[in-house]
């Protein structure tokens, strides 16, 4: 069904109102990233989504990916899109010029990915793994690797993967069995990988899979791990393809969503072993795969927004064609959009994906001041705020994602949960979000772990401080003073939240991680609050210098206040979960299960 529209008007308020487009622009090698030029590839960018991509959404789930004579075939459609997203110069859009990319910052690219998200999912995560191993091969690949490999994947006439996942080894890597053996040069590599994303396709001519082994002296345990790059055809020093590599798909698995992204069984191997070349240093591939994993973390993030749009928007316009029922104070039947409740969930839907949306690029933001900062100490604060709010982002907006696509089903009533409306196929596609990449539970162990303990909360201390100063000035605008006083009651439940995780980690570390989820949406709801908040100033005060766009920023101002009265509420029951809850977690020991 080709019902999407991307949301133009908000994505661009909160690229050059709210977080400044211009601030980034003043960074060395974002100079071009003007509002003019953000306006074009945006207008540009909507097109192909609702287009190409977007119409290809229902049949890509319908048809699914098929594996066939040991050809992974697409769905109808799928490659000549691929290919006029390569012709397009897309898939380059954040990357090194160098290499052949436009180099545009996270800020601009955020947006365009959240287009290709909602247009069409399965179809986007390709890209999307595409530029987490171009990440990981520009950080920590030789200079024979990088000229290699990433003029073609950037420009997407090649596609990458990210190999991590083994039959006994999903989360825990520690368990990996995949063998490396050096010979010469290189290395061969042995093993099966399970849950690679594209791990095979009909769009490209190679393949360039990332892929996690095990020396043969390598130590126990995750620190002896190494990164290979290992491509589907051998690549020979001119550049030209070789030989093809000893690298299988075995199956397809038969998922709940997504059913046009091929997701692969690989074999490496099978006839002696596959071709690699170590990526980095050895024993250290984790780290590097942490490169690639926490870029697709982020947009995962995004894509979690970016199926909440897409559901929405069709709910939207169910509730306003559906007729059904004498709505409460009316006295004829009328469109469900009437209905209160109808409305509650509606806005519900809007303020919650707003400020998703405000959070997701903000993050960006950091990515982009992280990456191209003069000043030091900018810069490591930059990073210090992205390091915190990538668990975040990846959590909380997947979470809503799911959340958001269920709700909006619900307002189709009983033809929501028929195929044919597409309500159901944005659950179904929404569901995996919350899981691939690691778990709502990984990232919160980690925003605890990581970002919280390891630092003794000086990051999240930071930001703290930085939204308690940004409230007197909201809280002196009538219109604002309600939204700020219940972001500055989320502030004091997250600055108690934190402090006691601190306190306890030592002496308690099951009650303190076994908090941590409850924890990553307390911070989520803050930082979405503030976000909206901050919003709300600013669409009050354009209303007030009588800016044209009124509907637009009355809606803001709206929608900020109804995530204000109908959302930040939750923060304070998070803190005593979090808090109050320990003894009753602890309680539960597993031979009560």
Not at 504 to 514: D, L, R
């Amino acid at each position: 069904m080709n019902d999407y529209r991307a949301p133009l008007r908000d994505m661009a308020f909160v690229v050059k109102e709210l977080l400044g487009l211009a601030r980034v622009g003043q960074l060395p090698g974002f100079e071009e990233a003007t509002e003019d030029l953000f306006d074009a590839v945006q207008e540009e960018s909507a097109r192909f989504s609702q287009e190409v991509i977007a119409p290809l959404n229902r049949s890509g789930d319908q048809q699914g990916a098929v594996l066939k004579d040991d050809v992974v075939n697409t769905p109808a459609g799928f490659k000549a899109a691929y290919k006029q997203f390569v012709a397009g110069g897309w898939n380059g859009l954040t990357c090194d010029p160098e290499y052949g990319g436009q180099g545009l910052p996270n800020l601009m690219g955020a947006p365009i990915e959240e287009m290709w998200h909602a247009a069409n999912m399965a179809f986007t995560l390709c890209p999307l793994l595409t530029r987490g191993a171009i990440e990981a091969i520009h950080f920590a690949g030789s200079g024979v690797l990088r000229t290699r490999y990433l003029p073609n994947m950037v420009s997407g006439q090649w596609t990458g993967t990210m190999n991590l996942t083994e039959p006994q080894a999903g989360s825990d890597l520690a368990a990996l069995r995949t063998r490396a053996v050096p010979e010469g040069d290189h290395y061969r590599i042995t093993g099966q990988k399970i849950f690679i994303t594209y791990g095979d396709q009909d769009f490209t001519e190679n393949i360039v899979h990332l892929v996690l082994a095990r020396l043969p002296d390598a130590p126990a345990g995750v620190k002896g791990i190494s990164l290979f790059v290992v491509p589907k055809f051998q690549v020979n020093d001119d550049g030209s393809l070789g030989a093809r590599n000893d690298v299988r798909t075995v199956s397809l698995e038969h998922k709940l969503g997504i059913h046009g992204s091929p997701t692969c069984v690989l074999a490496f191997g099978d006839e002696g072993g596959a071709v690699g070349h170590l990526l980095g240093e050895p024993n250290r591939g984790l780290e590097i795969m942490f490169i690639m994993m926490n870029a697709a973390r982020f947009s995962v993030g995004v894509q979690g927004l970016a199926i909440a749009e897409r559901a929405y928007q069709g709910a939207v316009r169910y509730a306003q064609e559906r007729v059904q029922g004498i709505p409460v104070g009316m006295t004829a039947r009328a469109p469900i959009l009437h209905h209160p409740d109808v409305r509650r969930v509606l806005s519900t839907l809007k303020s919650r994906i707003e400020a998703c949306r405000a959070l997701a690029y903000y993050a960006g933001q950091m990515l982009d001041f992280a990456q191209a900062e003069t000043d030091p100490a900018l810069r490591a604060a930059a990073q210090a705020r992205s390091d915190l709010l990538t668990p975040i982002v990846k959590g909380f907006c997947t979470e809503m994602g799911v959340w958001a696509a269920s709700e909006a089903l619900q307002v189709y009533g009983g033809m929501g949960y028929i195929e044919e409306t597409g309500a159901a196929q944005h659950l179904r596609d929404a569901r995996i979000t919350t899981i691939y990449e690691g778990t709502t539970g990984i990232q919160a162990n980690d925003l605890v772990g990581r970002k919280l303990l390891r630092d003794q909360g000086a990051m999240a201390r930071a930001l703290f401080q930085e939204i308690r100063a940004s409230l007197p000035a909201l809280s002196g605008r009538p219109e604002c003073a309600a939204i700020a006083s219940a972001v500055e009651r989320a502030l004091v439940a997250a600055e108690a939240a934190s402090a006691h995780l601190l306190l306890h980690a030592q002496e308690q570390p099951e009650a303190v991680f076994g908090a941590a989820v409850p924890y990553l949406h307390l911070m989520g709801w803050l930082v979405t609050g503030w976000l909206m908040a901050r919003s709300a100033g600013i669409a009050a005060a354009r209303l007030e210098a009588g800016e044209t766009d009124a509907v637009f920023y009355r809606a803001k101002l709206a929608t900020a206040r109804f995530l204000a009265d109908h959302g930040l509420g939750i923060c304070d029951s998070l803190r005593a979960s979090i808090m109050e809850g320990g003894d009753a977690l602890l309680g539960m020991e597993a031979s009560l299960f």
